[in-house]
């Protein structure tokens, strides 16, 4: 089964960027869906944005406009740019992939805090 690792987050003011990095290990990009969810405290698992397997993109009305799905395919790795961020885009993000043929797979997690 692919495994994924995240890297990137961290804290930034209103209206700062981030990157965040989802590295697969093994490129899965024209096999499985690929997407960002994100967990605030007390609330469920929301879909953030996703890449299908073909390449289109989607987004959460909330991040529409801000927030843009990349990938590198050397590196295996799927990025989620992040502009323009504000208080309750503070969540735990989390990169999934998932295909038909397998249950889906999650990175770790990785905390994104906007405050000033």
């Known amino acids: 089964q692919v495994q994924l690792e995240q890297s990137g987050g961290g804290l930034v003011q209103p209206g700062g960027s981030l990157r965040l990095s989802c590295t697969a290990s093994?490129?899965?990009?024209?096999?499985?869906?690929l997407s960002w969810y994100r967990q605030a405290p007390g609330n469920q698992r929301v879909l953030v944005a996703q890449?299908?397997?073909?390449?289109?993109?989607s987004y959460a009305d909330s991040v529409k406009d801000r927030f843009t799905i990349a990938i590198d395919n050397a590196k295996n790795t799927i990025y989620l740019q992040m502009n323009n961020l504000r208080p309750e885009d503070t969540a735990l993000y989390y990169c999934?992939?998932?295909?038909?043929?397998?249950?889906?797979?999650w990175g770790q997690g990785t905390q994104v805090t906007v405050s000033a």
């Open positions: 890449r299908t397997s073909h390449g289109s993109t």
């Open positions: 999934n992939a998932m295909s038909a043929y397998g249950p889906p797979t």
């Open positions: 093994r490129n899965i990009f024209s096999t499985h869906a």
